[in-house]
Nanobody, 129 residues
Framework: QVQLVESGGRSVEPGGSLRLSCAVS????????LAWFRQSPGKDREGVAA???????SYAEPVVHRFTISQDNNMNALYLQMNEVKPEDTAVYYC???????????????????????WGQGTQVTVSS
């Protein structure tokens, strides 16, 4: 049984940094994709960053060069390092998993919510002065 539990969300000033964590369990070691999504009030959920078992990574354009996705070598944690945060980064951030995803899903850059079938409960990030 796949379980995902996010933590680390908080209030931060523009230009600051924070790190989100997602405790991951129950994912088979054979092949998988993991990702961070976010959703702001009144907006659709959007992908932020994704990573696969081979550590290939993909980022949404608004966060390139500011956010970094990483995973624990033991497959039990996913992270999102957020630097130079902006007010428009304010959202609930969700961790998502796709065991057995397509091999080129992350590498292609064409991944989205329907590609992932396991979700965490979310953690709130608020960027304001």
């Amino acid at each position: 049984q796949v379980q995902l539990v996010e933590s680390g969300g908080r209030s931060v000033e523009p230009g600051g940094s924070l790190r989100l964590s997602c405790a991951v369990s129950g994912i088979p070691d054979s092949w998988y994709c993991l990702a961070w999504f976010r959703q702001s009030p009144g907006k659709d959920r959007e992908g932020v960053a994704a990573i696969d078992r081979d550590d290939r990574k993909s980022y949404a354009e608004p966060v390139v060069h500011r956010f970094t996705i990483s995973q624990d070598n033991n497959m039990n944690a996913l992270y999102l390092q957020m630097n130079e945060v902006k007010p428009e980064d304010t959202a609930v951030y969700y961790c998502a998993a796709a065991p057995g995803c397509r091999r080129n899903l992350v590498y292609s850059g064409r991944w989205s919510g329907p590609d992932f079938n396991h979700w965490g409960q979310g953690t709130q990030v608020t960027v304001s002065s």
